[in-house]
């Protein structure tokens, strides 16, 4: 699917992390008005082995028209990052593009289990995934990371912008009644507004859109 770029491995130190987060920042492309909804998305989740190097990457192509999974891949690695704060995406960006790769079925945008802009180098792993495979890419956030927000109302679709430095960078979203928000950000060639609707509209019955819910299952279910 991504010919070329799943041998993508990065730096090896700190330092050569933190410079290779400000050359894709650089490079991440936020429009200013919608682009074409996506038909098929992919959504994506790393699992860790507990007291292990070993990780299972999945990726969950759903029909967003339908909802129904359209196909799964899982691959299984060891992390060759250590585990950073701010760095994430360097554990897992290599085995995120392998699961890419092992898909046949074309698809239109990256749904990742993490940030996009909403990072402190503006430079999530869904900024990652973006820009090293040229798709649409959307991060979906269990928790807070930067950012400051007012509650969002109640109600499933109720959201409150996500502002930091001045900057608008995602929102924090109510995808059923009455649960915690999540935390949108996109990640490159999709704006902030859309990335939000995108997410809101793979929500099922539940707090997490149903192609990072099924990404995370799998994945899991890989390292048993």
Known sequence: MISGVERWRGPDTVAGAEAVQGELAARVEIPAGPVPPPRRVAGLDVSYRKDSDLVAAAAVVVDTRTLEVVEEAVVEGAATFPYVPGLLAFREVPMLLRALDALTTPVDLLLCDGQGLAHPRRCGVAC???VLTGLPAVGC???HLVGE???PGPRRGDRSALVDGGDVLGCALRTQDGVRPVYVSPGHRIGVDQA???????CGT??????VRRADHISRRALT
């Open 149 to 151: 927000h007012d509650e």
């Open 196 to 202: 939000g609707d995108v997410v809101l509209g793979l």
């Open 206 to 211: 539940f707090r997490l859109p149903d192609p």
């Open 141 to 143: 956030a269990k928790n």
């Open 128 to 130: 990652h995934l973006g």
